[in-house]
């Protein structure tokens, strides 16, 4: 299923991005980025099936029912935890002689876009039956949302685009919290800075920026309080905002 990309792009940056898209990429990378630490992506599942485990506890009775039902509870909510709210972020680099482009969106599982699609395709013909049956009444109320059915939903992502000046010098910094390579320009200027995510990848995007740019230094910080309090840090041009 082809996804759906909203753009955000201020309006002077867009005669760049235009000629950015149609330009032949100098460099390009992928990385997958976690929404969440994965002690939480099993907390937050364990948590709940406690929750499921409570009718069980109020019945007082745990035969094969009950071990069925706890079964499909805490396997759906692993699937929806891991497949759909908790999947990777997936993003997209590509570096242009016009600036860097970037876009994303949550990998979520195939399968859950099939199997909403699957309901949407049975859906459309019910629809179509029960407003044959009971005409314009089928509609009403709660059975409005079969409505739904004619419009499946699609996966989405953004976009964003960086304009850099390739006559500018820069510094590099790796910031270790957050696995992204910060390109800074001298002085210090918000418009043109770029940070983005190597996932694996570090050191040969590091070697190509290196290359793309005129870097004057690379560094390594743990966080932003680090990195804004380090000594190589350049001079800001205009206030932090």
């Known amino acids: 299923m082809p996804l759906e990309f909203k753009v955000f792009i201020d309006d002077e940056d867009l005669p760049l991005y235009e000629k950015s898209k149609q330009s ?24 709940l099936e406690c929750v499921a485990l409570i009718p069980v506890l109020v019945a007082g009775t745990f035969d094969i029912l009950a071990i069925g039902y706890l079964t499909l509870s805490l396997a759906l909510l692993l699937f929806l935890t891991y497949g759909v709210i908790g999947a990777d972020l997936h993003y997209q680099y590509r570096i242009t ?44 109320g709660a059975d ?28 590099l910094f790796f ?10 320009a001298i002085p210090h200027d918000y418009r043109i800075e770029f940070k983005g995510f190597v996932g694996t990848q570090k050191e040969a995007i590091k070697a190509q920026l290196m290359s793309l740019f005129h870097v004057h230094g690379y560094y390594e910080v743990t966080n932003s309080e680090e990195l804004y309090s380090h000594p190589a840090f350049p001079e800001a041009a205009h206030p932090r905002r």
């Open 24 to 47: 032949d990429a100098l460099y390009e990378w992928e990385a997958m980025v976690p929404v969440a630490p994965p002690w939480l992506k099993w907390a937050v599942p364990l948590g």
């Open 97 to 140: 002689p016009y600036g860097i482009e970037c876009s994303y969106y949550q990998k979520a599982v195939k399968a859950v876009y099939s199997i909403n699609t699957f309901f949407c395709v049975i859906g459309i013909p019910v629809c179509i039956i029960a407003f044959l049956v009971m005409g314009p009444l089928a509609f009403v």
């Open 144 to 171: 409005g949302f079969a409505l739904m059915a004619f419009k499946p939903p699609r996966p989405h992502g953004k976009i964003f685009f960086h304009s850099v000046d390739y006559d500018a010098e820069y510094v």
């Open 175 to 184: 910031q270790e919290k957050t696995n992204r390579l910060l390109l800074i």
